[in-house]
T-cell receptor
Framework: DAKTTQPPSMDCAEGRAANLPCNHS???????VYWYRQIHSQGPQYIIH???NNETNEMASLIITEDRKSSTLILPHATLRDTAVYYC????????????FGTGTRLTIIP | EAGVVQSPRYKIIEKKQPVAFWCNPI?????LYWYLQNLGQGPELLIR????????DSQLPKDRFSAERLKGVDSTLKIQPAELGDSAVYLC???????????????FGPGTRLTVL
């Protein structure tokens, strides 16, 4: 059963903010939201995670709605190197649990 | 710091032949994962190791797939015999042991792309 729903593809102009949505309406209270991305011919790469508060790191920001049923990953100034498939994953803990990937959102940055 | 190393990067074999993939995790990472990724899909877990012990192999097709992680460091994933449907990318990932970090992100290697003819 899919725990998250993401649009299959999105485009964003280079230099603009890329906003990637994710729906996780069945998320439970102790589950986190994780984002990974996969650049062509590479393995997935961790981006950011959060529980209920908004989070920011050097790569991106994560905005989680108050009811936690959806979230948005924000890449503030997209570059061509941000072209990738972005996966939104929900789970309790990682390191001793498997990552259940969906099909993700294919983000294309347009020059 | 070196990342997760996998070899070979590409492998082409004929069906019914055996094939093996090798993974060297990040130094100090006790947990090792093998994932299978079909074209256009997200990765799916095949097996997870904590040190030498396979703690989750429920998704590993044991009739033809096998894995080992001797000495709790490097790991090998084998398919014997390979079938046409095994064509995919095989990814290895590693992470710290649970409890060593607040959230143990998984670090992935570049994968091995297998083509079965």
């Amino acid at each position: 059963d899919a725990k998250t729903t993401q649009p299959p593809s999105m485009d964003c102009a280079e230099g603009r903010a890329a906003n990637l949505p994710c729906n996780h309406s069945t998320i439970s209270g102790n589950e986190y939201v994780y984002w990974y991305r996969q650049i062509h011919s590479q393995g997935p790469q961790y981006i950011i995670h959060g529980l209920k508060n908004n989070e920011t790191n050097e790569m991106a920001s994560l905005i989680i709605t108050e009811d936690r049923k959806s979230s948005t990953l924000i890449l503030p100034h997209a570059t061509l190197r941000d072209t990738a498939v972005y996966y939104c994953i929900v789970g309790e803990n990682f390191g001793n649990e498997k990552l259940t990937f969906g099909t993700g959102t294919r983000l294309t940055i347009i020059p | 710091e070196a990342g997760v190393v996998q070899s070979p990067r590409y492998k082409i074999i004929e069906k019914k032949q055996p094939v093996a993939f090798w993974c060297n995790p990040i130094s100090g990472h006790n947990t090792l994962y093998w994932y299978l990724q079909n074209l256009g899909q997200g990765p799916e877990l095949l097996i997870r190791y904590e040190n030498e012990e396979a703690v989750d192999d429920s998704q590993l097709p044991k009739d033809r797939f096998s894995a080992e992680r001797l000495k709790g460091v490097d790991s090998t994933l084998k398919i014997q015999p390979a079938e046409l449907g095994d064509s995919a990318v095989y990814l290895c990932a590693s992470s710290l042991r649970p409890g060593q970090g607040a959230h143990n992100e998984q670090f992935f290697g570049p994968g091995t792309r297998l083509t079965v003819l």
